[in-house]
C-alpha cells in the first residue's frame, strides 16, 4: 500500500483551482511512490477538473454537504487517512489550525507558508515555495487538465459493474480475469461503467489488474457517459442501466444473467445475453452469477465478435 499525501488549497473558485494544479502535479510527481488526495472547496469543482488524473488519486472539499469541516470532523479525516507529508498553500494565522491539527494527527512532515501574510504574487509564491519544498527548479508554469486521451482507432469495450443487487453482480475476480484476457488480445480502453456505488470494484480493477488503459464512469452523468461509451466495440457486464443504454446506442452488449430474467432481453436485437451453462432461461432468485465463468464469457465474445 502507498503512502499518502494531503494537499491543501482552499481558495473558493474555478480558476484559483486551474492555477494551483501545476503544483499538485509537481509534488505528485516528485512523490511517484504517495497516493495523493487534495483537500480544497466545493466551489473550484476539483472532482470534476480531475476526474481522469492519473497524478491525484482522491478529492475531498472542506465543505461539502453545504457545511464547513469542524475541528473535530477535520482531525478525524487527518487522522483516519493516515497522511505521511501535508503540503499547505495557505497564509496567516486562521489557517494555523490546519497544520496543528496535522500534527496532533501525528504528520511528521508537513509543509506550508507560515503563519504572517506576505505581500506575495500568489503564483510566485507557490513557485517558489515548491522550488523549496521539493528541490527543484521550475521551468514550466503551465497547469494541464488531463483526460482520456483514446485514439480514433483505438477499441473501446464498455464493462458493466453496476447492479441493483449483490445477487446480480459477477464476482469482481472474474472482471478482471476476463479483463486481462482480452487485453492480452489488444490493447483496449476498457470503460469501467458503474456509480459511486462500485467505486470500490473499479478501485480494485484498476490496481489489480494487467490492462492499463481504463476509464471510470463513477462520477459522470448520463449525457457525459453516452459521449464516452458511443461508438464502443461491445458491452459486457452486468443487467443494469448501462447495458441497457449501451444496447440502445447499437452497441453490441453481452449481458451476463444469473440472477434476472434473461426473456427481459428480447426487447433489443443488440442484447447478447450470456447464461450459465446447461441454463436455458434465468429468474429473480437463481443465485447463479458465480457459475458464468470468465473463460467461458471469452469464448462467447471471440465467437460472436472476433470471428464473426
Given at each position: 500500500m502507498n503512502k499518502k499525501i494531503l494537499i491543501i488549497q482552499l481558495?473558493?473558485?474555478l480558476g484559483d483551482f486551474c492555477m494551483f494544479l501545476p503544483r499538485c502535479h509537481e509534488i505528485a510527481l516528485n512523490n511517484p511512490n504517495y497516493d495523493i488526495t487534495v483537500l480544497t472547496k466545493k466551489n473550484t469543482?476539483?472532482?470534476q477538473l480531475l476526474f481522469h488524473d492519473h497524478l491525484i488519486k482522491n478529492v475531498a472539499f472542506i465543505d461539502d454537504n453545504k457545511r464547513k469541516m469542524k475541528l473535530k470532523d477535520l482531525f478525524l479525516f487527518l487522522k483516519k487517512n493516515n497522511f505521511h507529508k501535508v503540503y499547505s498553500y495557505q497564509y496567516g494565522p486562521k489557517y494555523l489550525k490546519y497544520i496543528i491539527l496535522s500534527r496532533l494527527a501525528g504528520i511528521k512532515e508537513i509543509y506550508f507558508y507560515g503563519v504572517l501574510k506576505k505581500k506575495e504574487d500568489m503564483v510566485m509564491k507557490s513557485i517558489k515555495s515548491n522550488e523549496k519544498w521539493l528541490g527543484i527548479n521550475i521551468t514550466n508554469f503551465e497547469g494541464k487538465i488531463i483526460t482520456p486521451s483514446i485514439k480514433p482507432d483505438?477499441?473501446?469495450?464498455?464493462?458493466?459493474?453496476?447492479?441493483?443487487g449483490d445477487n446480480k453482480r459477477w464476482p469482481n475476480n472474474y472482471f478482471i480475469e476476463l479483463i486481462n484476457k482480452l487485453n492480452k488480445?489488444?490493447?483496449?480502453?476498457?470503460?469501467?461503467?458503474?456509480g459511486v456505488l462500485e467505486k470500490k470494484y473499479i478501485d480494485e480493477i484498476t490496481s489489480i489488474s494487467s490492462a492499463k488503459n481504463f476509464i471510470s464512469l463513477e462520477k459522470l452523468n448520463i449525457l457525459g457517459s453516452i459521449e464516452i461509451i458511443k461508438n464502443s466495440d461491445f458491452f459486457v457486464g452486468n443487467d443494469t442501466g448501462f447495458m441497457h443504454v449501451s444496447a440502445c446506442l447499437n452497441i453490441k452488449s453481452f449481458c451476463l444473467y444469473g440472477d434476472t430474467p434473461s426473456k427481459d432481453s428480447i426487447y433489443n436485437k443488440n442484447i447478447l445475453p450470456i447464461l450459465p451453462p446447461r441454463m436455458s432461461e434465468t429468474y429473480h432468485?437463481?443465485?447463479?452469477?458465480?457459475?458464468i465463468k470468465p473463460e467461458y464469457v471469452y469464448n462467447i465474445i471471440k465467437e460472436k465478435i472476433f470471428f464473426n
Open positions: 481558495r473558493p473558485g469543482k476539483a472532482d483505438h477499441k473501446k469495450i464498455i464493462v458493466g459493474l453496476g447492479a441493483s488480445r489488444n490493447e483496449y480502453y476498457f470503460i469501467l461503467a458503474g432468485g437463481d443465485l447463479a452469477m458465480h457459475k
